[in-house]
C-alpha cells in the first residue's frame, strides 16, 4: 500500500505562489498515478491536477491550467503542485491521492493524505 503526507500550505495574498509537497512511501509507488484534490468548507471535494507516473502524462482541471503544475521527483518518492497566481477561490485543503488510474474522479483513487491548508487573502 502507499502512504502519503502532504506539505506546504499557509497563508498567502492574491497573486502569490506556492508549492505543495506530497512525500509518498510504499513498495508499488511507481506504478500509481497521482492526483491532487482541494475541498473548501462546505463544499465537495475538487479534483485539481494528475501525473500519471508512467507515461508522463497529465490532467488539469480548467480552473487551474495554465496556473498549476504537477510535477515528481522520483528519486525523492514526492509529487509536487507549483499553484502560481493564485486565487481567492484557491482556498481550500489540499489532498494528495494514490490511485491506479489517470483520472478526475475520486473513487478511483485509492490512498489519501491528510491535507494541507491553502489560504489565499483577498
Known amino acids: 500500500q502507499v502512504q502519503l503526507v502532504e506539505s506546504g500550505g499557509g497563508l498567502v495574498q492574491a497573486g502569490d505562489s506556492l508549492r505543495l509537497s506530497c512525500a509518498a512511501s510504499g513498495r508499488t509507488f511507481s506504478t500509481y498515478t497521482m492526483g491532487w484534490f482541494r475541498q473548501a468548507p462546505g463544499k465537495e471535494r475538487e479534483f485539481v491536477a494528475a501525473?500519471?507516473?508512467?507515461?508522463?502524462?497529465?490532467q488539469y482541471a480548467d480552473s487551474v491550467k495554465g496556473r498549476f503544475t504537477i510535477s515528481r521527483d522520483n528519486a525523492k518518492n514526492t509529487v509536487y503542485l507549483q499553484m502560481n497566481r493564485l486565487k481567492p477561490e484557491d482556498t481550500a485543503v489540499y489532498y494528495c491521492a494514490a490511485g491506479t488510474a489517470l483520472t478526475s474522479i475520486s473513487r478511483f483513487y485509492s490512498y489519501w493524505g491528510q491535507g494541507t491548508q491553502v489560504t489565499v487573502s483577498s
Open positions: 501525473l500519471n507516473w508512467s507515461g508522463g502524462r497529465t
